[in-house]
């Protein structure tokens, strides 16, 4: 039986493989639906452009009888807008969707990187690495949910479809945490890449095969990091602080990206990587970065876009910036 949900379409449920059995471009948006998706994604990155592209994504929203097939910033995403709040962000308001962070990944990763993407969600984050990665590099997605690993697996392989030079993709249906076996897993219908270990806002629990990320590593037999990225809902203690205390030196990432969530973790995780070399470089809306050797400038579009972002605050390299205009 293939992977089912209801909340796509109300109280019809739904059958995901058979969703995802279309090549893409099955469910391309009608004209008015992509000039709409095109309007808002140009909208100034202020409180008035937030305002709009929310008013226009719920036009959007209230017509959707499925998913949208979507080509945005370089990669092709089977978006499904109604359950989870990264895919409606990053249609309808990139500059919202970790544009700092994602700016910095792509200056990060040469052409034979190493991406680790824990919690890769729809894969946003996994696609633009892809993308950008030649046949050397290497990304490691890791999702827990098998619903959103079907997603995930389709934007990927709808991305690189027509590349000619396509990186090693390594999808890891797990989740990464401080022990090895099967841990419950909290579904969040309502959007589900809020879906947890911990228990939260849930309408269900499955249960998943979980592993340290130091053994993932490992099986994959990778020798170096360059970009790990980890979003998993509070979580985060319990996958980094055993890899940041254990990690040989070769193995820890030149950039960290981490959802912010302190309020939830049981360990000091920033302090716990900072003692392995690193700084904190950024801290946006969502998530800190850390890095370490070299720092990475930020364009004069991107400074702009993250001072649109009242709630954020910038350490780092753009006090460093700001501070030399």
Not at 33 to 43: E, V
Request: hydrophobic letters at 40%.
């Amino acid at each position: 039986m293939g992977l089912i949900f209801g909340s796509l379409c109300g109280a019809q449920m739904v059958d995901v493989e058979h969703i995802m059995s279309h090549h893409f471009g099955h469910y391309a948006p009608d004209e008015v639906t992509a000039g709409r998706i095109a309007w808002c994604r140009k909208l100034p990155t202020n409180w008035m452009g937030k305002q709009l592209a929310q008013w226009q994504r719920k036009r959007v929203i209230r017509d959707l009888e499925g998913p949208l097939d979507l080509t945005l910033d370089g990669i092709k995403l089977r978006a499904f807008l109604v359950d989870n709040v990264s895919e409606r962000s990053f249609v309808f308001m990139p500059w919202r969707f970790d544009a700092l962070e994602r700016d910095l990944m792509g200056k990060l990763l040469p052409k034979d990187g190493v991406m680790v993407d824990i919690g890769a969600n729809a894969g946003i984050y996994s696609c633009l690495a892809a993308k950008r990665l030649g046949q050397s590099g290497v990304v490691v997605a890791i999702e827990p949910n098998p619903e959103m690993v079907a997603r995930l697996r389709f934007n990927i392989e709808a991305t690189l479809a027509n590349c000619h030079e396509k990186p090693r993709i390594e999808i890891k249906s797990l989740a990464v945490s401080d022990e090895a076996g099967r841990l419950p897993f909290y579904l969040n219908r309502k959007n589900l890449g809020a879906s947890s270990l911990n228990e939260g806002k849930s309408d269900r629990r499955i249960e998943v095969e979980s592993r340290p990320l130091l053994a993932v590593i490992g099986d994959l037999k990778l020798s170096r990091i360059h970009v790990l990225k980890c979003d998993i809902e509070g979580s985060e203690d319990r996958a980094l602080a055993p890899f940041f205390t254990d990690a040989p030196n070769h193995l820890l990432p030149g950039c960290v990206i981490i959802e912010h969530n302190p309020e939830k973790w049981q360990q000091p995780l920033l302090e716990i990587i900072k003692q392995r070399g690193y700084l904190q470089t950024h801290r946006t809306r969502m998530n800190v970065v850390l890095q370490q050797r070299r720092l990475i400038k930020l364009s004069e579009p991107q400074r702009t876009v993250r001072k649109a972002v009242k709630t954020s605050s910038v350490t780092g390299l753009a006090h460093r910036e700001s501070t030399k205009s």
